[in-house]
C-alpha cells in the first residue's frame, strides 16, 4: 500500500521560504509520477507542481513559475517542494500525491490524475 506523508508546512512572512517533504512507501517509485497540489478555503484544489521520479522531468502551474521548485531523492524516497518568495495567496494546504506507472508517464494537472494521496500540510503566508 502506497503511503504518502507531508511535512514542513508552517507560518512564514510574505517574501519567507519553506521546504515540503513528502516521504513516500509501500513501492518502488521509479516509475511513478509525483504531484503537489493545494487548497485554499473555499477553493477547488489546483496543481502546484509535479515530477516523473524516474526521468526527472518536471512541470509547473503559472503561478508558480520561478518561485517554486519540485526534486526528488531516491535514497529517501522522498520527494520536495522547496517554495521561495511565498505570497500570501500561495497559503493553502498543500498535499502530495502519486499516480501509478500504469496510467502513463505524463504529468497531470488534475486530480483524477493521481492514485494516492498524503493527508496535507498547512501553509500559511501572511502580509
Known amino acids: 500500500q502506497v503511503q504518502l506523508v507531508e511535512s514542513g508546512g508552517g507560518l512564514v512572512q510574505a517574501g519567507g521560504s519553506l521546504r515540503l517533504s513528502c516521504a513516500a512507501s509501500?513501492?518502488?517509485?521509479?516509475?511513478?509520477?509525483m504531484g503537489w497540489f493545494r487548497q485554499a478555503p473555499g477553493k477547488e484544489r489546483e496543481f502546484v507542481t509535479g515530477i516523473n521520479w524516474g526521468i526527472s522531468t518536471t512541470r509547473y502551474a503559472d503561478s508558480v513559475k520561478g518561485r517554486f521548485t519540485i526534486s526528488r531523492d531516491n535514497a529517501k524516497n522522498t520527494v520536495y517542494l522547496q517554495m521561495n518568495s511565498l505570497k500570501p495567496e500561495d497559503t493553502a494546504v498543500y498535499y502530495c500525491?502519486?499516480?501509478?506507472?500504469?496510467?502513463?508517464?505524463?504529468?497531470?494537472?488534475?486530480?483524477?490524475?493521481?492514485?494516492?494521496w498524503g493527508q496535507g500540510t498547512q501553509v500559511t503566508v501572511s502580509s
Open positions: 500525491a502519486a499516480r501509478a506507472p500504469g496510467r502513463g508517464p505524463f504529468i497531470s494537472i488534475t486530480t483524477v490524475g493521481y492514485d494516492y
Open positions: 509501500g513501492r518502488t517509485f521509479s516509475g511513478y509520477v
